[in-house]
């Protein structure tokens, strides 16, 4: 979710063709299985090999009798992919191609929950990661807690940066207000009133 923006438009709204079917339904369950059986199968032909890589996801392309799979792998330094890709090969008896991840780039992937408790912006709405200053950090008031800033990826959340606007435009609004003694909040003059005639 995001707030409201205006936005170019090519053309109509996509429409929903409607409600699946039975069939489907069962091609969606099939499709599931299938690449939870590559993920199995690159995941062990991984440590048949003895490669120090850990897979992370696939993503299978089939096109009439071709058949590609992607491996997206995280790992501490560089792999020979000549080591790995012809025993996947010819276990999957398709074509590979080795993507290795790194910092934002696995979050993406494997996805997560955020400490907002939704599901991390990377994995779900954001086209690409987001560049995020430290500065955003001190504008927003969170430098005193760095663990409050931090991703799953380890690097500063990308909300910092998508929801700058709004704290700018919140602190203009509150520099904006004014109450009958002066600027300030409009709640203050009341609360201030209300304690005095308590003591």
Not at 19 to 48: G, L, S, Y
Not at 114 to 123: A, E, F, N, Q, R
Request: proline content about 7%; hydrophobic content about 40%.
């Amino acid at each position: 979710m995001w707030g409201p923006e205006e936005v170019d438009l090519d053309g109509a709204l996509p429409r929903c063709p409607g409600t699946a079917d039975d069939a489907a339904v069962a091609a969606a369950a099939h499709n599931r299985r299938t690449r939870t059986e590559i993920f199995e199968t690159a995941r062990r032909t991984v440590e048949d090999v003895g490669v120090d890589m850990e897979v992370l996801a696939i993503d299978l392309v089939e096109s009439g009798d071709s058949r590609l799979i992607a491996v997206y792998f995280r790992a501490p330094h560089r792999v020979e992919f000549a080591a790995i890709v012809e025993p996947l090969a010819r276990r999957l008896r398709a074509r590979i191609d080795l993507r290795q991840l790194r910092g934002r780039d696995t979050a993406r992937v494997v996805g997560g929950v955020g400490v907002c408790g939704h599901p991390l912006c990377c994995s779900t709405f954001l086209p690409e990661p987001l560049l995020v200053p430290n500065r955003l950090v001190s504008e927003q008031g969170m430098a005193a807690n760095p663990l409050a800033v931090t991703g799953a990826c380890g690097k500063l959340m990308c909300c910092l940066r998508y929801e700058s606007p709004y704290y700018a435009d919140f602190e203009a609004v509150l520099g904006e207000a004014s109450v009958p003694d002066g600027p300030g909040c409009p709640l203050a003059s009341a609360c201030s009133h209300r304690r005095h005639q308590e003591h």
